[in-house]
C-alpha cells in the first residue's frame, strides 16, 4: 500500500491511495479523500465525497474480483475528480433500481444525485482493456454558479449545473 502525507497546504494536484479490496478499504479510502481535499482547501466538497467515495469502493470490494484497488484524488481550484480504479474489466457497474424496501442498489444513483458528473472509464493496456475507472466530479457552489455553460441554449433551459455530460464524457481535470 502507498501512501502520501500532506503537510503543506496544495492548491491543485494528483494523490493515489493503492490499497487492499477489503471490507475495511471504503473507511481508509473516505479519510483519505477527506484529508486531501481538507488539505487541499476543498472542505465544503467533504461530505459529498466521503458518501461518493464510499459506495464505490464499497462496489469494488463486494463486486469486483480484484485483490487491490486505487482511489485517485485530483484537485483544481474549485472542484476535485475522484476515481477508483480496479482490474476487473469485465464486471462493470450499473444502475440498479431498487424497490422501497431494499437496503441495496441505490448507491449509484445517490453518486450522481451528489456529484457534478460521473461515469465509468475503461482502462487500457495497449490493446487490452485491463480494469475500469468509476469516477466522480464535485465542484464548489461558488464556482458553479459562476461557470459559463457551454451548452446553453434558450430553448433547453438548462445550464452546466443540471445538464448531464453525453455517455463516455470525462470531465476535464485542467
Not at 63 to 85: F, I, K, Q, S, W
Not at 113 to 131: P, Q, R
Not at 140 to 158: G, I, M, N
Amino acid at each position: 500500500m502507498r501512501t502520501t502525507v500532506l503537510n503543506l497546504p496544495i492548491r491543485h494536484g494528483h494523490y493515489v491511495l493503492d490499497a487492499p479490496a477489503h471490507a475495511t478499504t471504503p473507511r481508509l479510502a473516505r479519510q483519505f479523500v477527506a484529508e486531501t481535499l481538507v488539505a487541499a482547501g476543498r472542505n465544503a466538497l467533504v461530505p459529498d465525497a466521503r458518501v461518493c467515495v464510499s459506495d464505490v469502493v464499497t462496489n469494488v470490494v463486494q463486486h469486483a474480483r480484484v485483490d487491490t484497488l486505487a482511489v485517485e484524488v485530483t484537485v483544481r481550484p474549485g472542484r476535485a475528480v475522484v476515481a477508483v480504479r480496479d482490474g476487473d474489466p469485465y464486471r462493470r457497474p450499473y444502475r440498479r433500481h431498487a424497490a422501497p424496501g431494499d437496503e441495496r442498489g441505490r448507491g449509484l444513483q445517490l453518486v450522481g444525485a451528489l456529484s457534478y458528473a460521473c461515469g465509468v472509464s475503461l482502462v487500457w493496456d495497449g490493446l487490452h482493456v485491463v480494469g475500469k475507472r468509476v469516477w466522480f466530479e464535485l465542484r464548489e457552489r461558488y464556482v458553479l454558479a459562476h461557470l459559463p455553460c457551454p451548452r446553453f441554449t434558450p430553448s433547453c433551459r438548462q445550464c452546466a449545473v443540471c445538464a448531464p455530460l453525453s455517455p463516455g464524457q470525462e470531465p476535464s481535470t485542467e
